[in-house]
Nanobody
């Protein structure tokens, strides 16, 4: 009944920028924290950035100063602005959210950064 759908991932050259979007849909009563995770080949899934319902943010050290997470509560959407991209940012990026007091995940969107 609840779905998260990511979009915006693509191939980009090092130093470039991308903005990922994740929209929640379905029978939504509450959304608390939202977050972006990523998983590179052969690696564990890691938290990239999170944002609370009132806009407080946290970032992984590896992306701090380059990425920015934001949300539009009226649209049930979370964004990840990614600047100064590096090849090591290459991964599948997943949207995560606490929706109706349950943990929800998106399908993922591929981001590939070429050197």
């Amino acid at each position: 009944q609840v779905q998260l759908v990511e979009s915006g991932g693509r191939l980009v050259q090092a130093g470039g920028s991308l903005r990922l979007s994740c929209a929640a849909s379905g029978s939504i009563f509450t959304i608390n924290a939202m977050a972006w995770y990523r998983q590179a080949p052969g690696k564990q899934r890691e938290l990239v950035a999170s944002i609370t319902s009132n806009g407080r943010t946290n970032y992984a050290d590896s992306v701090k100063g380059r990425f920015a997470i934001s949300r539009d509560n009226a649209k049930n959407t979370v964004y990840l602005q990614m600047n100064s991209l590096k090849p090591e940012d290459t991964a599948v990026y997943y949207c995560n959210a606490d929706i109706n007091l349950r943990d929800s995940w998106g399908q993922g969107t591929q981001v590939t950064v070429s050197s």
